[in-house]
């Protein structure tokens, strides 16, 4: 083992940006490791090897080949030293994972029929990277595992000798990795491990319960959506293994990786700015203006959303209340893709107000910079929030989030009272309920003050502008609780 200073630390990821992204997870695994190497750990990261992924690599070494029991073929461990100087590693299955598009879902948008057979492949990897039985040379102290496609590595991994410690990080708890009981028996899972107490789930198969059952420390990505998730609202019914497990679960906010999403150097937007010359934004709310056929006005408050269109992030909220900022001379703008009632009615909305709103369906990363960048407002009402990275990016960017005060939105964003007004502590609206009164009563209180008062405006955006929202502090955090998660496996 090396010292408790240096720590080897194998990150488990499904996916991880710029390789392969659906959401924020991707943006975590791409840049926590290497804020953590800043720390002076060896962190690798290990992914499933997507085609995509291969292609946007390029140059790849195979270091291993893996013989697992219950695989009729080996199985390659491709690796490279990727762009931010974190070494990865590919588990190169093709009959698993050698297929186009989003890594979930098949082309028919439903869930690939074999997923529980491909993310129990690649647990088996990590773990026998994690053990050093594949000809690596290197053993992690501390396998990090991230969301349910990881879930079975601390399960299977619990009755080994010598084993790294293990730490469970849940980025949404919407998603368990829920499978029939027949799937556990036919991915010949030790028969022991199916109990209530295990990986059981009223008569189910359930992957993100392994991770949180059986990992030496479990943690989620907001100190309140930690707190939120032992309660029926958020738990899923996990609240009461969560709260069962509350020394050992705890929340610890993402940060953004500054290279990545900085208005200063950022190549996918028109103009840069910093909050010293906050006025040139403005010429990035008339590209984006430009971009989707607005009437260029300066003066018209101009509102984004970007995600996933699916219930969890309240769009049909903001569809709602699209009408109300129209009336008071308002502009939207949205980017997203999901659910297909979700885009029609944002098509139907679109088609309605074409001079003041603008829409892309689909997943464009430059845009989603430009958005950042050269809206006036964010709008981000979800229903519930494990962190939400959008409304992180807009502080970065003097774009002013509206936000429901849930999960880490509200850990991120100070709602404007005459208190952090006069502290000079607010950066954004809050509001409680999820409905479209409550999200249009924060839109209304954004629009008084977009509209009486410009330079308080301005404040409130580069106060958001000035906060550290970089990896520093939570990389530390995460330091503490390898080490703790080291500390109670030295104790079992
Ligand atoms: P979640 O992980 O629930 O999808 P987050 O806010 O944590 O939500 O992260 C979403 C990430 O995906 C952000 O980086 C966001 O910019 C990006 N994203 C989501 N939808 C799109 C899209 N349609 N085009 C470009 N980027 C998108």
């Not at 090396?2 to 710029?18: G, K, M, Y």
């Not at 199985?75 to 990865?88: H, R």
């Amino acid at each position: 083992m090396s010292t408790s200073s240096t720590l080897n630390i194998l990150f488990a990821a499904s996916e991880a940006a710029p390789l392969i992204k659906t959401g924020g997870l991707a943006d975590v695994a791409g840049s926590l490791p290497a804020a953590l190497r800043e720390l002076g750990h060896d962190v690798r990261l290990v992914l499933p090897a997507y085609p995509q992924t291969i292609e946007k690599i390029g140059e790849l070494t195979t270091v291993a080949t893996l013989k697992l029991g219950g695989y009729q073929q080996p199985i390659n461990i491709l690796s490279s030293l990727l762009d931010n100087g974190v070494p990865c590693y590919l588990v190169d299955a093709p009959e698993y994972f050698s297929r186009q598009g989003n890594p979930y879902l098949a082309p028919n948008g439903h869930e690939w029929g074999d997923n529980a057979e491909r993310f129990a492949l690649f647990c088996r990897a990590i773990i026998a990277i994690g053990q050093n039985r594949s000809q690596l040379k290197w053993q992690p102290d501390l396998i990090h595992c991230n969301d349910w496609q990881t879930g079975l590595v601390a399960p299977l991994l619990s009755t080994e000798p010598n084993r790294p410690a293990t730490l469970f990080t849940i980025h949404n708890l919407a998603y368990q990795g829920l499978f029939e009981q027949s799937t556990f028996n036919r991915l010949a899972l030790p028969e022991e491990l199916w109990t209530l107490h295990g990986l059981e789930f009223h008569d189910q198969l359930s992957y993100i319960k392994g991770g949180i059952v059986y990992s030496d420390r479990v943690n989620t990505v907001s100190p309140t959506y930690a707190q939120e998730v032992l309660t029926t609202e958020f738990g899923y019914g996990l609240e009461g293994l969560l709260s069962h497990r509350t020394n050992h679960f705890s929340g610890i906010i993402n940060g953004i990786d500054y290279q990545e999403w900085n208005p200063t150097h950022d190549s996918r937007i028109h103009h840069h700015y910093d909050h010293t010359s906050f006025q040139l934004k403005q010429l990035n709310k008339k590209a984006l203006q430009a971009h989707f056929n607005l009437p260029q006005k300066p003066n018209a408050p101009l509102f984004g959303y970007i995600g996933r269109l699916v219930e969890q992030k309240g769009v049909d909220l903001i569809l709602q209340i699209i009408p109300g900022i129209i009336d008071r001379g308002g502009q939207v703008v949205m980017l997203g893709s999901g659910e297909a009632k979700l885009e029609k009615a944002m098509q139907e909305m679109h088609k309605k107000f074409p001079e003041q709103t603008g829409l892309f369906i689909g997943y464009d990363e430059d845009l989603a910079h430009q958005v950042e960048a050269g809206c006036d407002a964010f709008l981000m009402p979800s229903r519930f929030e494990p962190c939400g990275l959008n409304q992180i990016y807009s502080l970065r960017y003097g774009t002013v989030p509206i936000v429901r005060h849930t999960g880490g939105l509200a850990d991120t964003v100070v709602d404007v009272t005459p208190e952090t007004l006069a502290d000079g502590s607010a950066t954004g609206f809050h509001f409680d309920e999820a409905s479209s009164s409550a999200l249009w009563g924060a839109v209304e209180r954004a629009l008084d003050f977009y509209q009486h008062s410009r330079s308080h405006w301005q404040r409130l955006a580069i106060t958001g502008m000035q906060q550290d929202l970089s990896w520093a502090s939570s990389a530390e955090h995460y330091q503490t609780l390898y080490i703790k998660a080291l500390a109670d496996l030295e104790e079992c």
